[in-house]
């Protein structure tokens, strides 16, 4: 933000030297990035953040230097003379979108004299880097840089049946703005039309064939307030920006709309004649009041580590322009201005009082008191998750939320939906909101690759983003990703490793899945128990190649939240075993479409109460077996914790899963 040395002595006593008032700003939250003379004016650059937009005028920034300098605020107070007839006569203005418009205000001038602008108002805007224009237009851009309130001026007479409607773009509009350029509209946006076509693009650029010029006699002067949002994605999406679209992509003091429209008026009377017509055509009125906020003065001391008294502080809220409701020995309540929409709770308020007061007066050598917050159950799982992770020496990596978009589509997990598209992304390619997290992990992977560091074993815990209804906010589902160069049974025992670390009850069974990123035949759902956990798989040679992968790759996606729930943070005693288990391999010949969950199951209910473990050791295919039959090679894992069992129990255990795997499954026992 540039202003004037000059222009700010309207408003406020300017006796100090220019760099006292900078590194003052700067204490204060104004970083000051240069000085420069234009012309025996000074044109002072600051920083103003995002949140404070009532920093950005003339206005808002004499206001902060009366503040910190104990200087009178003087703002100007205009009261242009209307005549009859009414406004309302000559002009109309309907809103249709409320939710996206809350106010728009319309003043009327007749028989104006488009021309120069007088020298003082073409040197102050030429002093904060504004080319003039004309006198009219010239007066909405000084109005604009004086209060922070973008405004417009319409050549009445070229406005059809004299209305403005303010309503989203109709499908095929389009608009050729002030700068020459013609852009094609989508129904989403927020236009200001006439009562045929748009004539401009809500809080972004008014439209060339309503503009001023050197004819107009009638104007049509708009001031209103736009959904932030509504004119951020609009100006987004044509790449089409304007110091109004900046200032209404940031909160705007909603008391200041009508006195921009009556300044702006007094000055175009000032500098173009004519008669302004009486009323304001008003649609939407002022905002609600805003509620009050409680200061403790215990905590100022607190979190700043010094006391500042009761009598500082409400002068100091008072110079800030807030109202002061009550007060005692412990606390006190006001009410912020409406031109600071960033007040909001006790901390807000804390902080205006410590920068007003100077953070020079709060000694570095101050002890603050602080006490740990307890990590919540969210922070502990994810921290026993990365610990078993990085001890079977896997990396945590943090990739982009955006991915191309051929990438993204392909892993879907329970939604055939199109990934969320950002048309206004500042990379090229990456314009998709990932369904997924192994898009971008296997990408991570593949530069590793790219780089020669062969064989990256990456993890990531973060956000997918899943479509819902339209006009609805996406679902973000947080997730574990993994990618490997291991084969498909060890990044398996990775997933059983991470689930032990958790204790988390119950065998990992991974049931056949067709998931498109895997290949056939080689990608799972993960269940742990009765719940869907996961997938995980091989991928697929064309896969590998999309991803410009030269080496072999397995990846599984979880769903952290079931993770959350199931977790057992807190460590159970369970004593050793005191008698020794006894283990038996068996192989038994079953056909080849036969899954092992399914032969596993089998053999957990036939084991009988001392079988503890079913473990998978192997499948052979071919030699003298027939095409479609295969030989498991599997082992059985018997304890009993009250005594040590016998030879025979145990061989009429194994021969029981033997014969219910036959009877049941058609299995052979191989010899």
């Known amino acids: 933000m540039i202003v004037s040395w000059n222009w700010l002595t309207d408003y406020v006593r300017l006796d100090m030297p220019v760099e006292a008032l900078a590194e003052r700003l700067a204490l204060t939250g104004l970083n000051h990035e240069s000085t420069e003379d234009v012309g025996g004016d000074l044109a002072i650059d600051l920083e103003v953040t995002s949140n404070r937009s009532d920093c950005l005028g003339h206005i808002g920034i004499a206001r902060e230097i009366g503040v910190v300098f104990g200087k009178a605020l003087k703002v100007p107070d205009p009261r242009p003379r209307g005549a009859a007839p009414a406004a309302s006569s000559r002009a109309a203005v309907a809103v249709e979108c409320p939710e996206l418009c809350s106010r728009f205000t319309a003043r009327v001038v007749t028989g104006a004299r488009v021309g120069e602008s007088p020298w003082w108002l073409r040197k102050r805007l030429e002093t904060i880097g504004v080319t003039p224009i004309s006198n009219v237009v010239d007066v909405t851009n000084y109005v604009m840089f004086e209060c922070g309130q973008p405004l417009h001026a319409y050549d009445l007479g070229l406005l059809r049946e004299g209305r403005l409607v303010v309503r989203r773009a109709r499908p095929g509009e389009s608009l050729k703005a002030i700068n020459g350029k013609t852009y094609e509209l989508k129904p989403e946006m927020l236009v200001i039309a006439d009562a045929e076509r748009p004539v401009g693009l809500a809080g972004v650029m008014g439209g060339l064939e309503t503009e001023i010029g050197e004819g107009t006699q009638d104007i049509l002067i708009e001031a209103a307030r736009f959904d932030a949002m509504s004119v951020r994605k609009t100006s987004r999406a044509l790449g089409l920006f304007s110091p109004s679209s900046f200032r209404f992509e940031r909160p705007i003091d909603p008391e200041i709309t009508e006195w921009a429209s009556r300044r702006c008026a007094e000055l175009i009377l000032a500098t173009a004649g004519g008669t302004l017509h009486e009323g304001l055509i008003d649609m939407g009125g002022p905002s609600v009041p805003r509620g009050p906020i409680t200061l403790r003065y215990a905590q100022i001391e607190r ?188 990044l398996k025992g990775i997933v059983e490793a991470l689930l032990d670390r958790l204790h988390i009850a119950g065998p990992l069974e991974a049931l056949p899945a067709d998931l498109p990123l895997f290949a056939p035949g080689r990608a799972a759902e993960l269940r742990a128990g009765d719940v869907h956990l996961g997938y995980m798989g091989e991928l697929e040679k064309g896969r590998l190649q999309a991803f410009d992968l030269r080496e072999a790759c397995t990846a599984a996606e979880l769903e952290l939240g079931i993770l959350l729930e199931r977790a057992v943070l807190v460590g159970q005693h369970r004593p050793l075993p005191a008698f020794p288990a006894i283990v038996r391999d068996l192989s038994l010949v079953v056909d080849r479409t036969l899954s092992w969950a399914d032969l596993r199951a089998a053999a957990v209910e036939a084991g009988g109460p001392s079988l503890i473990s079913v473990e998978y050791l192997d499948t052979f295919r071919g030699g003298n077996l027939p095409e479609d039959r295969q030989s498991v090679h599997f082992g059985l894992t018997f304890r009993d914790p009250s005594r040590t069992l016998t030879g025979e129990e145990v061989d009429r255990a194994v021969k029981s899963v033997a014969d219910a795997c036959a009877r049941r499954l058609g299995a052979v026992l191989r010899t």
């Open 303 to 490: 979190v700043l580590g010094i006391a500042v008294g009761a009598e500082e502080v409400r002068r100091i809220l008072a110079a800030l322009g807030l109202e002061v409701l009550a007060q005692d020995g412990a606390t006190i309540t006001a009410r912020p201005p409406t031109w600071r929409p960033d007040l909001e709770r006790e901390i807000d308020l804390i902080e205006e009082v410590a920068r007003i007061h100077g953070y020079e007066h709060i000694p570095e050598d101050r002890a603050v008191p602080m006490t740990s917050a307890p990590r919540g159950l969210r922070e502990r799982v994810e921290s026993a998750v990365r610990e078993a992770l990085t001890g079977v020496g896997m990396d945590e990596s943090v990739t982009f939320s955006l991915v191309e978009e051929s990438l993204a589509a392909p892993v879907q997990t329970g939604t055939a939906a199109p990934p969320l598209r950002i048309d206004h992304s500042s990379r090229k390619l990456e314009i998709a909101l990932r369904q997924s997290l192994l898009p971008s992990l296997l990408a991570a992977r593949a530069y590793n690759e790219s780089r020669g560091n062969l064989g990256a074993e990456l993890f990531e815990i973060a956000n997918v983003y899943l479509p819902r209804g339209a006009g609805e906010l996406p679902d973000e589902p947080t997730r574990l990703g993994l990618v490997s160069g291991r084969d498909f049974r060890g």
